[in-house]
């Protein structure tokens, strides 16, 4: 019983001195200033919490609401040959990999080094003599060395997980640019839908100005008409096949950026066909917003899992303000004289065991200012994560906004190609019965012409709205579980010296 309490008084007496000489090492009150908002208390806006929540979230192969095959094989084969998804992927790998070697610390290390040298050992006034003068021996040596770092306040455990966190980071990104690539395809698809729709526009206007001027050219023949209503009508054709090679062009460059966005040269855009798409999928959103975004937008789980990343870099930079105990052994063979192998025989052998103690005692300030460092990081995490969260509720209300503008646009531009179709069907009635003059056709052409080109655009934009709001939400491609916990967020409340004694003396009285 005495040796016990002695042994006692010695393993409480020697971590009240550890204690002591760390605490020269002091945090200076070094600590975070930020704090992560709470989105689910952040004012939505009256544009979402007035729209339709009755929709699901996205599904991942959302694109698929355009009932277009060919949009689903060119999105297809975006997201297999693109060399942004590839570059992504490869960040994700090497990332993984790092989490590898940091978690690799947590587990006992084993070296083994051997060196084999034939050494001529000098016979001069220096060396002077000695049973190695002049002689040439073999100079071998041979160790296993083990090392175990006890890692008493988790800064092994933190690296590790702080390392894995920016893992899951750089997947969320992965997820976040799979999703750009597969909206970039979309919106360069309806892009292009909308040109081929300008085009049979321009060409059915180009049509109709031939019309007319042959009409004029009948009525100056017929001694009714002018020259210059002839020049008139002549004079819209260079503009409006001028205005025709546009669209074509700007539909070959689609091709061609498809054919980019999916790892392909430009030849490979060749093969595309006019698109026909069509849109079932409502517009509606989903019923919980915006708390659920933090778990659906992959752009917010990578913030959420670098703020956790940040938090563990915290987490180990206080680690450092503690004692730290490494446990060594090493055995080995060592020979300057006789046989190759007599560095391998146990009268060579030696072995060294026992733990090394390091203390923070005197840094010149470097260990508060590696805190400060962790500190001012999970800072910027955590106000990246609260900008991301206000950026992506602006997303949301934006697409909302857009949506319903669009259609009213869209019923407004209807109603203008009405009007203005009727306005030109009489305007060129009664040109050909000489009633009115070619300057009413023009006019009425020209506001026809731009009103069925409106429309298209207001309906291509329809689509192109609808692209971007399941983008805002997400995209379908990540789910609430894929994030960290909430407890994850912030620093750990580590177990100081003091702690940790007064958990040990509760121990010991058990």
């Not at 016979?123 to 040439?136: C, E, I, M, S």
């Not at 081929?196 to 001694?223: N, P």
């Not at 997303?395 to 306005?423: F, G, N, P, Y």
Request: glycine share 8%.
């Amino acid at each position: 019983m005495r040796a016990s309490t002695s042994q006692r008084v010695v393993y409480v007496a020697t971590l009240a001195i550890l204690v002591t000489i760390a605490g020269c090492a002091s945090t200076g009150k070094v600590a975070p200033q930020s704090e992560l908002d709470d989105a689910s208390k952040l004012d939505a806006g009256a544009a979402i919490r007035s729209a339709n929540a009755d929709a699901a979230w996205p599904a991942t192969d959302w694109w698929k609401a355009y009932a277009d095959p060919q949009l689903d094989a060119w999105v297809e084969a975006a997201q297999s040959g693109s060399p942004t998804l590839a570059v992504a992927q490869a960040r994700v790998r090497a990332a993984l990999s790092i989490a590898s070697v940091a978690r690799a610390a947590l587990s006992p290390q084993v070296n083994g080094d051997m060196s084999i040298t034939r050494e001529h050992w000098p016979d001069n006034v220096f060396y002077g003599p000695g049973p190695l003068a002049n002689q040439t021996t073999w100079n071998n040596t041979g160790t296993i060395a083990l090392s175990y770092h006890l890692d008493l306040w988790g800064r092994d455990k933190h690296a590790a997980e702080s390392a894995l966190d920016v893992a899951h980071a750089s997947a969320a990104d992965a997820r976040a640019a799979r999703l750009e690539v597969e909206a970039n395809v979309v919106r360069t698809y309806i892009g292009m839908s909308r040109d081929y729709v300008l085009l049979d526009i321009s060409e059915s206007a180009l049509t109709q100005q031939r019309q007319i001027l042959s009409l004029a050219q009948q009525r100056l023949a017929g001694g009714i008409g002018t020259q210059l209503e002839v020049s008139q009508a002549e004079t819209p054709l260079p503009e409006y096949e001028r205005e025709i090679d546009t669209i074509e062009e700007s539909i070959a460059l689609a091709k061609n950026q498809l054919a980019a966005l999916a790892g392909k040269g430009p030849g490979a855009g060749d093969s595309i066909t006019r698109p026909s798409l069509a849109l079932t999928a409502p517009a509606g959103l989903p019923s919980v917003l915006p708390a659920d975004l933090i778990g659906h937008r992959p752009d917010v789980v990578a913030a959420r899992w670098t703020v956790a990343a940040q938090a563990r870099g915290i987490d180990v930079a206080k680690a450092d303000f503690y004692p730290d105990i490494n446990l060594l052994a090493s055995i080995g063979g060592y020979a300057a004289m006789g046989p190759l192998f007599q560095f391998l025989k146990s009268q060579s052998g030696s072995w060294t065991g026992g733990p090394a103690l390091s203390l923070p005692i005197l840094d010149g300030g470097r260990l508060r200012a590696q805190l400060g460092a962790a500190s001012a990081g999970y800072d910027e995490a955590v106000e990246g994560y609260n900008q991301t969260i206000v950026g992506a509720l602006k997303d949301v209300s934006d697409e909302v906004v857009r949506t319903r503008s669009l259609q009213t646009q869209q019923d407004d531009a209807q109603r203008s190609v009405v009007i203005a179709q009727k306005t030109y069907d009489l305007a060129k009635q009664s040109f050909r019965r000489g009633l009115t003059d070619y300057v009413n056709v023009l006019v009425a052409q020209t506001q026809l012409l731009h009103a069925k080109q409106q429309l298209a655009r207001v309906q291509a934009e329809q689509l192109v709205v609808h692209a971007s709001l399941v983008t805002a939400l997400g995209g379908g491609l990540d789910d609430p579980s894929n994030g960290p916990a909430d407890r994850t967020l912030s620093p750990s409340q580590h177990v100081g010296p003091v702690e940790q004694l007064q958990s040990l003396h509760w121990f010991e009285t058990r």
